[in-house]
C-alpha cells in the first residue's frame, strides 16, 4: 500500500510545482514580502564638491596666442615707433573705434595692448560672447589715468603696475604667475643691465642653442617673446619673435634676432611676470580714483625697442 500511496505524492508534488505562478502585484505586497526581498548593491557614486573648469578654460592663453599668430602675419614687422600706437584702428564692438597713432608703426606697450584688443575680437568672434566689451569702457584702452587699463599697462609705479601682469591683476582679469611656471601666452616686462625696458608676450622656454623647451628646466637661460621692437624701416622692426636671454648667460650664438641683458629676478619689479584670466574669471575688482594719481607718463628711454641684433 505505502508503494502505491509515495509515487502518487511524489506526482502531486511535481505538478504543484509546475504551476503557474500568480502575476506579480504591488498592491498585495506585505511588508514581510519585502523584507525577503534580495537587492542588488548600489553602484559607489562620486559626487564632486563643485565643477572644476577644465585648467585652459580658466585662462586666456588660447586667444592671446591666436591673437600673436593673426598679428604677425597681417601686420608683421611694419616698423617700430615710441610715438605711435596701435597697427591700425580697432572696433570696438559697439562702443566705437579705437584710433591708432601714426600707423602701421608701433611700439612695446602698445603691441602688448592689441594684442589683448585683438584676443577680445578674435574670442568674441569664436564664443559669441562679447561681455569682454562690457567689463571696460572704450575709454580704457585710451586714457592713462588709474581706471585705464591703458595707464597701467604703459607701466606706472605709483599705480603698482610694473607690467602688464600687474595691469591684468589690478583690474581683476589676471593671476600672478612666477616665470618658472609660465606658459605660452602668458606676459612677460623685463628689465636689462643697460637701463632698459620691454613688454613682451611669453612664447617659450629656450636653451643657449635657441631650441625651444617644453617646460623649465636646468637648461634654460631665456624665452622666447611676440612684441613689437626693432628700427622704424619696415621691415627691421615692429611686430616680430626675438629670443631674451638672462644676462648671466652672456648672449650665446643662436640661429635667431637676441635680446641678451636681460635681468632676471624673482622681484617682480624688475622680471614682471603673469597671466590673463577667461573672461568668465574676471572679478570685477578695479582700481578706484581718489582724484590724486595723475597720469602715467610714457618712460621713452626705457621703452627704446632696441634689441641685440637690431
Known amino acids: 500500500m505505502i508503494k502505491l500511496i509515495l509515487p502518487l505524492l511524489l506526482l502531486t508534488a511535481s505538478f504543484a510545482s509546475a504551476a503557474p505562478r500568480p502575476a506579480f502585484n504591488l498592491n498585495s505586497l506585505a511588508l514581510h514580502d519585502l523584507r525577503g526581498l534580495a537587492l542588488p548593491a548600489a553602484p559607489a557614486v562620486t559626487i564632486p564638491l563643485r ?6 578654460e580658466r585662462y586666456f592663453n588660447a586667444y592671446i596666442l591666436k591673437a600673436v599668430d593673426y598679428l604677425r602675419q597681417n601686420y608683421g614687422l611694419q616698423g617700430y615707433d615710441i610715438n605711435s600706437i596701435l597697427t591700425h584702428d580697432i572696433q570696438y564692438h559697439d562702443q ?5 597713432r601714426r600707423a602701421p608703426l608701433t611700439m612695446c606697450v602698445a603691441a602688448v595692448m592689441e594684442v589683448i584688443l585683438t584676443a577680445y575680437d578674435i574670442y568674441a568672434r569664436e564664443t559669441g560672447d562679447y ?29 603698482k603696475a610694473d607690467g602688464t601682469a600687474d595691469a591684468l591683476i589690478n583690474f581683476g582679469m589676471g593671476e600672478r604667475r612666477l616665470f618658472e611656471d609660465l606658459r605660452p601666452g602668458d606676459f612677460v616686462n623685463i628689465n636689462r643691465t643697460t637701463r632698459t625696458g620691454h613688454a613682451v608676450v611669453f612664447i617659450g622656454f629656450i636653451n643657449k642653442t635657441g631650441k625651444m623647451l617644453a617646460k623649465y628646466d636646468s637648461t634654460v637661460v631665456g624665452f622666447k617673446y611676440f612684441s613689437s621692437q626693432g628700427l622704424r624701416e619696415a621691415g627691421k622692426g615692429g611686430f616680430d619673435y626675438r629670443y631674451a ?14 635680446d641678451c641683458n636681460v635681468i632676471y629676478s624673482t622681484s617682480q619689479l624688475y622680471l614682471n611676470t603673469g597671466t590673463m584670466l577667461a573672461p568668465a ?30
Open 281 to 310: 574669471f574676471w572679478t570685477g575688482q578695479l582700481p578706484q580714483a581718489t582724484g590724486e594719481e595723475g597720469e602715467t607718463l610714457l618712460n621713452r628711454s626705457l621703452f627704446n625697442g632696441i634689441t641685440t641684433d637690431d
Open 245 to 258: 636671454v638672462f644676462s648671466k648667460f652672456g648672449c650665446p650664438e643662436m640661429p635667431y634676432k637676441r
Open 96 to 100: 566705437g573705434v579705437i584710433k591708432a
Open 51 to 56: 565643477a572644476e573648469p577644465a585648467p585652459d
Open 131 to 159: 561681455s569682454p566689451y562690457a567689463y571696460l569702457p572704450r575709454r580704457s584702452f585710451e586714457g592713462l589715468a588709474i581706471t585705464d587699463l591703458k595707464g597701467h599697462i604703459w607701466v606706472n609705479h605709483d599705480f
